[in-house]
């Protein structure tokens, strides 16, 4: 049996670039400001580092920004349920094909990796009819740092499926070098697609098993298969 942990944003779904206005709302409405934002890379990134990079770039304590995070969280994902327009929120090339594929399969295990808050992410699959695929998965909130999260998403398998997955079991696929990052660093094998906003080569670059240019191709299958 095998376990594929998704990553959302740029994987699964692109949100139209939504995200950001409730995001800055809510740094400006905790913090009194929302830093570098247009100049920020928020890819690959879970949502709680990117609060602790934009305001402590804006001068403000480390202490002082995770004191207020919880606060944070609670006013964007408010402002995101809010403003986000389903109708702009695109899934990305064969992800339902895929999704379903690996549905029908009894030998795989299809759970979550991805930088949002849990909310977060229901939210924004909800909205394009993709969160019934996904019982369990690890979130920013559970870290900080996406490195941290392959072991949270390996526990959270066990308490759903009833069974252990090896680092050699497991696939983790994701649009990102972080999302490469975080997988090697357990040993664990990413299929690295360009439908986010990182380049094939820089993709190949950070150790992707394999770099797609998206889920219509058969590697997701192949690598399951290895």
């Given at each position: 049996m095998k376990l594929v942990?998704?990553?959302i944003d740029g994987?699964?779904?692109?949100?139209?670039?939504?995200?950001?206005?409730p995001f800055a709302a809510a740094l400006e409405a905790v913090y009194g400001t929302a830093g570098d934002l247009p100049g920020y890379d928020f890819s690959g990134k879970t949502d709680p580092r990117i609060v602790l990079?934009?305001?402590?770039?804006?001068g403000l304590a480390r202490e002082l920004v995770l004191e207020r995070l919880a606060a944070v969280r609670d006013h964007y994902l408010a402002e995101l349920e809010a403003t986000l327009e389903p109708a702009r929120v695109r899934r990305?090339?064969?992800v339902v094909e895929r999704l379903e594929e690996l549905a029908?399969?009894?030998?795989v295990a299809v759970g979550l990796l991805t930088g949002n808050w849990e909310r977060g992410a229901r939210i924004k699959l909800g909205s394009c009819g993709l969160s019934g695929f996904f019982r369990f998965g690890a979130f920013g909130d559970d870290?900080?740092?996406?490195?941290?999260?392959?072991?949270?998403?390996?526990?959270?398998?066990?308490?759903?499926?009833?069974?252990?997955?090896?680092?050699?079991?497991?696939?983790?696929?994701g649009d990102s070098p972080l999302d490469v990052a975080c997988a090697r660093a357990h040993g664990i094998r990413c299929l690295a697609v360009a439908t986010g906003w990182t380049s094939p080569e820089r993709l190949a670059a950070a150790g992707a098993a394999r770099v797609v240019?998206?889920?219509?191709?058969?590697?997701l299958a192949e690598l399951l298969a290895a």
């Open positions: 942990l998704f990553d994987t699964l779904v692109d949100c139209g670039g939504q995200t950001r206005r990079d934009l305001m402590t770039g804006a990305l090339p064969a029908a399969r009894g030998d870290s900080i740092d996406r490195d941290e999260l392959p072991p949270v998403a390996l526990e959270r398998a066990l308490a759903a499926v009833g069974r252990r997955f090896a680092p050699a079991e497991t696939l983790i696929v240019a998206d889920l219509a191709g058969g590697d």
